[in-house]
């Protein structure tokens, strides 16, 4: 018996025993070799599917590539790495980067559906109730409810039309001072009245403090809401919870203040609201205001909750004022920077005798100033090339011509496009038909600060100050 063992024990210490014994691991490491070839394999036939990407950093991604202005950056990137199309990894999250008309036209029009969803933000589900409204809503069936609800009563052709008169005696008296007036804020009071009036109707909205609150929260809540936070792209993070208990208080305390105003509006519209048989649409009430529409609106959609109404108002406030002073400021630097074009829009404004008929102020971001698209001076300012004869005439604003989509194209387009190109309109005229404007003294248009600012909506960093003289 002993010698049994110890004839055991020398094969064992013997060269041979180890090898047998060390046989299982050498078949685990030959399949765990082979399944780690395979998988690479596969993620290569996988890349090569993928759009081309920048090195990335372990972790970051590319992160670190992205600067505080990511228009930009996302631009410079795709020039060096994705002409068409670039994926980028910002930490987590995988972002693809459509930077011509060829894939903007694929991924918005012929895969829209794929790409028609928004991702899911904290703050929009705090601020914007679920979100239940239309900009930041998932894509489905309520979105789908809530979009026919604004464009068949909200944003109709009718009642942008009855918006046109609105207001332009008070521009006059506010600029008419002759003192330099910051031509921001102006248009960022222009823009925000109008939506108050067209929310509360024009009794409520005379109402100067509460246009002003309305304001405040909008400038407030825009940061928030535009901005990026850490978590979305270190899920990771989430799990400790600290930055979204940060951010989820700062967003319950903006909704309470704008749970306070919208409830203490819709409660005055409630108890002067006669339900009808009539449908929203008829309503003939020249002054009807949104609220009032929407009140009529749930014999229509009948879950239309009042968190579904706020929700739905607050689209007005999020898309329509910083847009449409973006794009007007933007448009009044240009102008004053090209005098010559100043003069001739003038002209026509006059010739008019101050009736709008459209000019076409146009914000043209990335594809739209790519010179593959748009020639050697696509990053000029030249708005005749719009008009007969001009290199981009045949191309317009409303989501068909893939290399200008100031307003998207597609499921999420804007609804919101007449309503803005009426605002813009509107003020744009009464600013250059009934005032010339000057630089403040020792100050050149070209000494315009042209920095900007990320955001909901990209701003200028810098104040527009400017001195209105009224025409004689
Ligand atoms: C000149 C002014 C405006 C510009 C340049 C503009 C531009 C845009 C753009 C680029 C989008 C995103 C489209 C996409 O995701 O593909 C959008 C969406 C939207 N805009 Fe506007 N907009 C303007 C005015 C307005 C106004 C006045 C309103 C409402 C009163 C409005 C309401 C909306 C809404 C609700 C959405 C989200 C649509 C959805 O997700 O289904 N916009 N806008």
């Known amino acids: 018996m002993a010698n049994i063992a110890q004839q055991f024990m020398l094969e064992l210490t013997a060269p041979r025993a180890w090898l047998l014994l060390l046989l299982p691991v050498f078949l685990l490491l030959a399949r765990y070799s082979f399944r780690a070839k395979r998988a690479r394999k596969m993620r290569q036939q996988q890349d090569d599917h993928l759009p081309p990407s920048p090195p990335a950093l372990p972790g ?43 894939a903007a036209q694929a991924v918005l029009r012929t895969h829209d559906h794929v790409f028609a969803s928004r991702p899911h933000s904290l703050v929009a589900e705090i601020v914007l109730y679920g979100p239940s409204d239309v900009g930041f809503a998932p894509h489905g069936e309520y979105w789908r409810q809530a979009r026919k609800l604004v464009t068949t009563h909200l944003l109709t052709v009718k009642r942008v039309q009855l918006l046109r008169h609105a207001r332009e005696e008070e521009i006059g008296e506010a600029a008419g001072a002759g003192a330099a007036v910051d031509v921001g804020d102006l248009l960022g009071s222009f823009t925000n009245d109008l939506a108050c009036r067209a929310v509360m109707g024009k009794s409520s909205s005379r109402n100067e403090g509460r246009s002003k609150l309305f304001r405040q929260l909008v400038v407030d809540t825009s940061p928030l809401l535009g901005g990026f936070h850490v978590e979305e792209f270190f899920p990771f993070l989430a799990r400790f919870g600290v930055l979204s208990r940060v951010v989820r208080a700062k967003s319950e305390r903006l909704r309470r203040r704008w749970d306070e105003l919208l409830d203490r509006l819709i409660d005055d519209h409630e108890s002067k ?5 009539a449908a929203a649409s008829d309503q003939k009430d020249e002054d009807d205001d949104f609220i009032h529409i929407l009140l009529y609106a749930r014999q229509e959609y009948g879950g239309l909750t009042r968190e579904h109404m706020k929700a739905i108002l607050l689209d007005v406030f999020f898309g ?31 010739r008019c005798g101050g009736t709008r008929r459209g000019a076409r102020p146009g914000q043209r971001l990335a594809i739209g100033r790519d010179p593959s698209y ?17 290199s981009a005439a045949g191309v317009g604003f409303k989501g068909n011509d893939f290399q200008f989509l100031p307003f998207g194209t597609g499921r999420r387009q804007c609804p919101g496009i ?6 813009v309109e ?11 404007w000057e630089m403040p003294a020792g100050k050149e248009a070209r000494d315009i600060d042209m920095s ?15 001195v209105p003289k009224l025409r004689v």
């Open 60 to 102: 970051l991604g590319h992160l670190h590539l992205v600067g505080s202005l990511p228009h930009v950056s996302l631009r410079s990137l795709a020039r060096k790495h994705g002409h068409d199309l670039m994926l980028l990894r910002l930490g987590a999250m995988p972002v693809v980067v459509v930077s011509s008309p060829r």
């Open 273 to 277: 609201y006669k339900p009808t048989m």
């Open 320 to 350: 329509g004022i910083d847009t449409a002073a973006a794009v007007l400021e933007n448009t009044v630097v240009e102008l004053m920077k090209k005098p010559r074009v100043m003069k001739k829009l003038q002209a026509e404004r006059r």
């Open 374 to 390: 748009w020639g050697e001076d696509a990053e000029e300012f030249v708005p005749e090339r719009f008009l007969d004869g001009g």
């Open 418 to 423: 007449n309503f803005g190109m009426a605002v």
């Open 426 to 436: 509107v003020m744009l005229a009464t600013l250059v038909h009934r005032f010339d």
């Open 452 to 466: 900007e600012e990320f955001g909901l909506v990209v701003h200028r960093k810098e104040k527009l100050l400017l």
